[in-house]
């Protein structure tokens, strides 16, 4: 079965946090970090002390990693090519050495299952930690992690600012290799939800804390996916050839992936200022993402000849119009919630938004203020079209068992 415990933050909020965590393009709401374990003690003569030390220097490892890079991570941006990059990848690493070696605790039915107890210190609960006694815990918890630092690797990545402050331009390869993370990131997620979380018992599983919820879980892989086909549509948006069809049906994908990131994500009780600040970029994302789906489908209207469609091209040019204000509101609402964060200079998405469609509501639409009309504008607006979502998480599967396992479990 396995037990829990929680430990709860003392009112005033946790202060291993920072208040500040720098440039955000790529919100990571949970670094969560590991505490120590002791392995000695629970397995008696269960296991080889060779294995038992193998165990406790591979997980010793990451606690010291995480608890260094987790700070490091919420500094203010750097670039992938500074100190940064290098120990995520070696945390990363460490955290993939480890799993053969875990996996012999949690697969087979091994009865040493449950004889430890894995604390991790959560983000986005109100509980500060979280124990079990459960090794399915501990691997759900390293595939987090893992699926965590690959989203603050394209963090770095996105975009690029010269020491001047202007945005330089981000290469094709670069944009590609940040897809790649963005759904090497989504593929740990979605074989966190598809095959670790069914290996807990409706009792436990409903204990989790709520970094590893499945709707937590749910919203951070989608997200991940929104912002791969982001990067694609930036992408489309600077080349010549990527006709407005295109572009339309980028941002109509982008709307459904982040569509259903928030259903998956808003009914859950994330209060504290992570939680709040999670649920701020998605809806800021969402919004962001409708209103450059109503921009292209609505200058797609426009190219029709009959009154109907100019009628209905304006309707939709309107509506982009009021999603581009709730979208800059959601942004600025997420930036100033603590911990707080900067927007990086405009890129891609952000910064044709805020050319265009300033520069065309000026012929095309009328500005209004009204709350009230700026609901009904958004009642009102044209159905953007149904497509298919193109991006996938990738297939990940778990290594094999460490075949040291075959030699020291003791009968």
């Known amino acids: 079965m396995g037990c829990l415990a929680s430990t709860q933050k003392n009112s005033g909020g946790n202060g291993r946090w920072p208040r500040n965590v720098g440039e955000v393009a790529v919100f990571v709401p949970g670094m969560r970090i590991p505490k120590p374990v002791d392995f000695t003690q629970p397995f008696g003569d269960g296991l080889s002390r060779d294995l038992v030390e193998r165990l406790s220097a591979l997980r010793t490892r990451i606690v010291v990693m995480a608890g260094q890079e987790a700070p490091r991570a919420t500094k203010p941006r750097r670039t992938a090519t ?41 983000q986005e609960d109100t509980a500060e930690e979280t124990t079990m006694s459960n090794s399915w815990y501990e691997v759900l918890s390293v595939l987090h992690l893992m699926a965590m630092l690959s989203l603050s690797q394209a963090n770095l990545l996105l975009p690029i600012t010269s020491n001047d402050g202007h945005l330089s331009k981000l290469s094709e390869e670069r944009r590609r290799a940040c897809i790649d993370i963005f759904l090497k990131a989504a593929g740990y997620l979605n074989f966190s939800i598809q095959h670790v979380l069914p290996q807990f018992p409706p009792e436990l599983r409903k204990d989790l804390p709520l970094d590893l919820a499945e709707g937590v879980l749910q919203a951070l892989c989608l997200q991940a996916l929104g912002q791969g086909v982001d990067v694609q549509l930036g992408m489309a948006i600077d080349s010549v050839k990527a006709t407005m069809a295109v572009k339309r049906r980028l941002a109509c994908e982008m709307v459904k992936y982040w569509h259903q990131a928030q259903e998956n994500i808003e009914g859950l009780p994330l209060t504290n200022g992570w939680g709040e ?116 998480p990738d297939e990940y599967q778990l290594p094999l068992v460490d075949p040291s396992w075959n030699d020291h479990i003791q009968s």
């Open 82 to 122: 500074q100190h940064g990059g290098s120990t995520m990848a070696d945390l990363q690493q460490a955290l993939e050495d480890y799993l053969p070696v875990l996996l012999g605790l949690a697969e087979n039915g091994n009865q040493l299952k449950h004889e430890l107890q894995f604390s991790w210190l959560n």
């Open 277 to 392: 600040k999670h649920k701020l970029f998605i809806q800021w994302k969402y919004a962001e993402a409708k209103a450059a789906a109503y921009y292209y489908h609505g200058s797609i209207l426009d190219e029709g000849n009959t009154e109907t469609c100019k009628e209905t091209a304006i309707a939709a040019q309107q509506a982009a119009e009021v999603l581009c204000k709730e979208s800059n509101k959601a942004c600025e609402s997420f930036h100033m919630t603590p911990p707080v964060s900067r927007n990086p200079t405009l890129w891609g998405t952000s910064k044709f938004l805020s050319e265009k469609i300033p520069r065309d509501k000026s012929s095309k639409v009328q500005s209004n203020e009204d709350p009230y009309n700026n609901e009904m504008i958004l009642q009102t607006a044209p159905a953007l079209p149904d497509f298919a979502l193109s991006l996938k």
